[in-house]
């Protein structure tokens, strides 16, 4: 669940990564070097050159935004994992779905034990991962608990 320093991390990334965020620092650098090198007169100076506070600024900002884009970039692996882990066990109960049907000889009278099999299957699969207290590899025709 996203969190409000998430939402405020991926709101500040999102802006981070577009055009509009190149303009409004281009016309922000623009507007302080013009008006520290005098062209509004000596008493619109501030930040004489080298503009040493522009500096500073520019970098204390870039080292916030490289904090959110990490961040941002967590939660993006974090999501990933769980959405390969979901793929890794809908890929493991295809496979034993059709080893238990592919194992049945045709006209067999277990094919009732083979739908409950695959009922129990598909009930693990479709259950939170914080409610299976099972591995993969337990019989799937017994009930978690």
């Not at 990490?70 to 059709?98: G, K, Y």
């Not at 409610?131 to 337990?138: D, K, Q």
């Amino acid at each position: 669940m996203r969190g409000t320093e998430d939402r405020i991390a991926d709101a500040i990334t999102a802006f981070a990564g577009t055009m509009p965020f190149v303009y409004v620092h281009a016309a922000w650098f623009t507007v302080w070097i013009v008006c520290n090198e005098g062209v509004f007169g000596q008493e619109a100076v501030w930040d004489p050159f080298p503009f040493g506070l522009l500096t500073m600024i520019v970098s204390l900002e870039a080292i916030f935004l490289s904090t959110f884009v990490m961040v941002s970039q967590n939660r993006q692996a974090a999501r990933e994992n769980i959405r390969a882990d979901l793929d890794f066990e809908t890929n493991v109960l295809f496979l034993s779905v059709m080893s238990t049907f592919s194992a049945l000889p045709d006209g067999s009278a277990d094919g009732h034990q083979a739908v409950n099999r695959l009922f129990w299957m598909v009930a693990w699969m479709v259950r939170p991962p914080s409610c299976r207290v099972t591995a993969l590899t337990s019989d799937p025709t017994e009930p978690t608990r």
